[in-house]
């Protein structure tokens, strides 16, 4: 998605080799504008596929999930991650360890919002090492729901949780692919 | 807002004499038809105050305040919730203390997303007994910012929250507020 593009080499921060600082426009300030072009976007790729459930994960899937679930005509629900143990039976419930935070935390949807009569399309605003993806993929299918696919802001497609997740047969759309970055050199998308 | 307080009286579920659920359509799965009528109706109420900047804080108020700027034509901003201390020099900084989870947690915005020169209207899902909101409105202050006011899905009108804001002059605007609430009778309105 070229405007996506754009605005990352225009305003995304590099900061050593694997941080990318977007927060003017995707996930501090949002750039609501912008969120529904990311919107439409998913809309055409996922196009067809029967979406009728949007899911994400706190926090910052959220915004990008509204904006898109409008082109959908769907419900959204968002993932909550909690650092509680003891979790009812009334939840569905994933562990994801986060690599940024160096822990483990619980995800959890309850079960009355997702059931095999859905098809998901797990919407996030970045993909690195795919722990949160695959625990929102783990999370629809204890559901027992279809999963469409997922849509992603940003990849970074140097880190592996891109090409695992294509590899076992989830259909991952990535708006914005990035090959390497530095901070020499600012980022280079794959495609 | 009549379709609101429909929706909370056939959707909403009172636990004890304080606690409303309404995570089937705002606060978990968050049901985005009902939210563009949200929009909307803060549009309607803050029209013509020189709203710029919407800030919210995460995760429950993102979805509306993202689904709200589109009618504002402007961007979100969400205050993130830390537990860390040492909280560097680049962002305004608040406490908050969450009744709900029993504990103080910082707040925080990036320095670099509210100045002198905006004009901000915060929203959120709930005011209860106020403490997010005070935390929002010391960050706006903090800036140098206007506020607008602040525009809240559902009040807890048989908590301080709201009266005592307003005394202070701040502009709220809840768009249902709940008077009393019981397992019996269900929720009962202020207006």
């Given at each position: 998605m070229e405007l996506l593009k754009q605005r990352i080499r225009q305003d995304g921060i590099v900061k050593g080799n694997d941080v990318l600082k977007v927060?003017?426009?995707?996930?501090?300030?949002?750039d609501i504008a912008l969120f529904e072009e990311i919107g439409k976007e998913f809309q055409r790729r996922f196009a067809n596929c029967g979406v009728n459930k949007i899911l994400t994960i706190e926090a910052s899937g959220i915004g990008i999930a509204c904006i898109t679930a409008q082109f959908f005509h769907c419900p959204v629900i968002f993932a909550k991650k909690t650092q509680t143990k003891n979790i009812d039976g009334e939840v569905f419930a994933t562990q994801v360890e986060s690599f940024t935070h160096g822990r483990i935390y619980q995800v959890i949807v309850s079960k009355k919002f997702l059931g095999p009569q859905d098809k998901v399309l797990i919407v996030d605003d970045f993909l690195a090492n795919g722990a949160a993806l695959e625990g929102l993929i783990d999370i629809v299918a204890q559901s027992g729901a279809q999963l469409a696919g997922a849509g992603i802001v940003i990849e970074k497609a140097f880190q592996p949780g891109g090409d695992r997740l294509r590899a076992q047969g989830v259909r991952v759309e990535s708006l914005a692919r990035v090959k390497a970055m530095s901070e020499e050199n600012g980022v280079e998308f794959a495609d």
């Amino acid at each position: 998605m070229e405007l996506l593009k754009q605005r990352i080499r225009q305003d995304g921060i590099v900061k050593g080799n694997d941080v990318l600082k977007v927060d003017s426009f995707l996930n501090h300030q949002m750039d609501i504008a912008l969120f529904e072009e990311i919107g439409k976007e998913f809309q055409r790729r996922f196009a067809n596929c029967g979406v009728n459930k949007i899911l994400t994960i706190e926090a910052s899937g959220i915004g990008i999930a509204c904006i898109t679930a409008q082109f959908f005509h769907c419900p959204v629900i968002f993932a909550k991650k909690t650092q509680t143990k003891n979790i009812d039976g009334e939840v569905f419930a994933t562990q994801v360890e986060s690599f940024t935070h160096g822990r483990i935390y619980q995800v959890i949807v309850s079960k009355k919002f997702l059931g095999p009569q859905d098809k998901v399309l797990i919407v996030d605003d970045f993909l690195a090492n795919g722990a949160a993806l695959e625990g929102l993929i783990d999370i629809v299918a204890q559901s027992g729901a279809q999963l469409a696919g997922a849509g992603i802001v940003i990849e970074k497609a140097f880190q592996p949780g891109g090409d695992r997740l294509r590899a076992q047969g989830v259909r991952v759309e990535s708006l914005a692919r990035v090959k390497a970055m530095s901070e020499e050199n600012g980022v280079e998308f794959a495609d």
